[in-house]
C-alpha cells in the first residue's frame, strides 16, 4: 500500500507475553494525542516493567534518548503540576523549566505560572534566580554577569538559556575577567548523569 517493495521489521513471537506486552506499549506510545505525562509514566513502564534501557526505548518509538530522558523526568515534579501539566494548564516547556529551580521552590513558581500565565521564558527565568538564592548557606560565586560588563553577561545569559533548552536541564556558566571559567549542569541521580554524559559524548 505504501508502494514499497522493503520495509524495517523486527521479528518477535506473539506468543512470547512480555514481548506482546512491550509491543502494546510501543504502540500505545505513538498515538498522537498521549500528553507528555503518559509519555512519561509509558517510557518508564519499559523500564521498570521490563528492563528496557533508555537507548533501547529511543530505539523502540523512534525519539531522540535525550527526548526519553527528559521526559522521564517530568515524573519527578509533584502530583498536583503532573495534573496541571495532563490538563493542558501548563505546557512541557512550563514543566521542564520548573525542573531547573531547586525543589522546594518550584510550587511558589507553578503558583505564577497559573495566575499569571507567565511565558516559559519567564518561568526559565524564574527558575534561574531561585535557583541561585537557594539559601544552602553558599553565595554564587563571582562571574561576569556579576561585572561592569553587561553586554558579556547577556552573551552568557543567552548561552545558559541555549544550553538549558537543548538539555532540559538548569546550566550556570561562570566566567572570569580573563575568559577562563566553567560550565555547570544539573543532573538529578546516578541514572540521570549517565543519561547526561551519553548526551554530551554522542554515545
Known amino acids: 500500500m505504501a508502494g514499497l517493495q522493503a520495509v524495517p521489521a ?4 506473539p506468543e512470547e507475553t512480555t514481548g506482546s506486552l512491550t509491543i502494546a506499549l510501543v504502540e500505545n506510545v505513538q498515538r498522537e494525542d498521549l500528553n507528555s505525562i503518559e509519555l512519561a509514566r509509558a517510557y518508564r513502564q519499559l523500564q521498570d516493567e521490563f528492563g528496557r534501557t533508555q537507548e533501547e526505548i529511543a530505539v523502540a518509538v523512534g525519539k531522540s534518548r535525550p527526548h526519553i530522558a527528559n521526559t522521564l523526568r517530568l515524573l519527578e515534579l509533584d502530583e498536583s503540576i503532573q495534573q496541571a501539566l ?3 494548564k501548563i505546557t512541557a516547556g512550563h514543566a521542564r523549566a520548573l525542573l531547573m529551580a531547586p525543589l522546594q521552590m518550584r510550587s511558589l513558581i507553578f503558583r505564577r505560572m497559573l495566575s499569571e500565565g507567565i511565558s516559559v521564558r519567564q518561568a526559565e527565568e524564574a527558575a534561574r534566580d531561585v535557583a541561585e538564592k537557594r539559601d ?6 563571582k562571574s561576569v554577569k556579576a561585572t561592569e560588563d553587561p553586554d558579556v553577561a547577556d552573551m552568557l545569559r543567552r548561552m545558559e538559556r541555549a544550553i538549558e533548552s537543548r538539555l532540559g536541564r538548569k546550566t550556570r556558566i561562570d ?4 575568559g ?7 543532573f538529578s541521580g ?4 549517565q543519561s ?3 548526551t554530551l559524548s554522542g554515545n
Open 190 to 193: 546516578d541514572d540521570d548523569l
Open 180 to 186: 577562563r571559567g566553567r560550565v555547570a549542569i544539573e
Open 86 to 88: 495532563e490538563d493542558g
Open 10 to 13: 523486527i521479528m518477535v513471537d
Open 175 to 178: 566566567r572570569g575577567r580573563r
Open 196 to 198: 547526561l554524559v551519553k
Open 136 to 141: 544552602n548557606g553558599e553565595k554564587p560565586k
